[in-house]
C-alpha cells in the first residue's frame, strides 16, 4: 500500500539557517504530493502540494520538487524565521484517494 | 468562524463510556474524514465519507463508528471507549475530484 516516510525530528535550527525536511514515499502510479504545517493547539494547514513529476510547489518561501525518479519531495527553505515553528507533514494522495501521512517532523527555530 | 468546527475541543471520559465527536462543516464539500494523531505516528484514517450514503473504513476502524448526518455534519462515536483510544482526533473535508484537505481545530480525548 501507500506509505510516507519522513525524516525524524525534532529538528533545531537557528534564525536564518537553511532548512531541509527529507520525504520519501512508495505508491503505485501518479500520487500527488503535499506538505502540511501543524501549528501549536491547531489543526493542519495545506503549505504547498505537487500533482505531477518535476512539479515544484512553493508557498512562504517553502519549496518542494516532486521527483518521481527518486520518490523524494523534500521540503526546503533558505532562511528559517522563529514564527516556522511548527510539526511539518509529508502527504500523499493516491489511488484510494485517500491522504497518506508520514509521522511529522518537529521544527523548532531559535532566535 | 472557523470552516470546519469540531466539538468538544476538549474531553475526558471513564474506560467504557460512549462518547460522540462533533464535526460541522461551512465549506459545503462531499467529502469527509476523521483522523487520530498520536505522537510519533501521525495521522491515521478512521473513517471517510465522499458523500452523505458513503461510509468507508480507513486504516485503524476497530472501536469507532461514524454517522454522516447531512452534507455538512459527520460524527465519530466511541461506543466503549478505552485508554489507548486517548489522542487527538482531527476531521476534515475535501472537495469532490480532489484530496487537498481542510482540517478542524481537533478535538483532544482522554480516557482515563
Known amino acids: 500500500g501507500d506509505s510516507v516516510t519522513q525524516m525524524e525530528g525534532p529538528v533545531t535550527l537557528s534564525e536564518e539557517a537553511f532548512l531541509t525536511i527529507n520525504c520519501t514515499y512508495t505508491a503505485t502510479g501518479y500520487p500527488s504530493l503535499f506538505w502540511y504545517v501543524q501549528y501549536p493547539g491547531e489543526g493542519l494547514q495545506l503549505l504547498l502540494k505537487a500533482t505531477k513529476a518535476d512539479d515544484k510547489g512553493s508557498n512562504k518561501g517553502f519549496e518542494a520538487t516532486y521527483r518521481k525518479e527518486t520518490t523524494s519531495f523534500h521540503l526546503e527553505k533558505g532562511s528559517v524565521q522563529v514564527s516556522d515553528s511548527a510539526v511539518y507533514f509529508c502527504a500523499l494522495s493516491g489511488s484510494a484517494r485517500q491522504l497518506t501521512f508520514g509521522s511529522g517532523t518537529q521544527l523548532t527555530v531559535l532566535p | 468562524d472557523a470552516d470546519v468546527t469540531q466539538t468538544p475541543r476538549n474531553r475526558i471520559t471513564k474506560t467504557g463510556k460512549r462518547i460522540m465527536l462533533e464535526c460541522s462543516q461551512t465549506?459545503?464539500?462531499?467529502?469527509m474524514y476523521w483522523y487520530r494523531q498520536d505522537p510519533g505516528l501521525g495521522l491515521r484514517l478512521i473513517y471517510y465519507?465522499?458523500?452523505?450514503?458513503?461510509?468507508n473504513k480507513g486504516e485503524i476502524s476497530d472501536g469507532y463508528s461514524v454517522s454522516r448526518q447531512a452534507q455538512a455534519k459527520f460524527s465519530l462515536s466511541l461506543e466503549s471507549a478505552i485508554p489507548n483510544q486517548t489522542a487527538l482526533y482531527f476531521c476534515?473535508?475535501?472537495?469532490?475530484?480532489?484530496?487537498?484537505?481542510?482540517f478542524g481545530q481537533g478535538t483532544r480525548l482522554t480516557v482515563v
Open positions: 465519507s465522499f458523500d452523505v450514503k458513503d461510509i
Open positions: 465549506k459545503g464539500h462531499d467529502r
Open positions: 476534515a473535508t475535501s472537495p469532490s475530484g480532489t484530496t487537498e484537505a481542510f
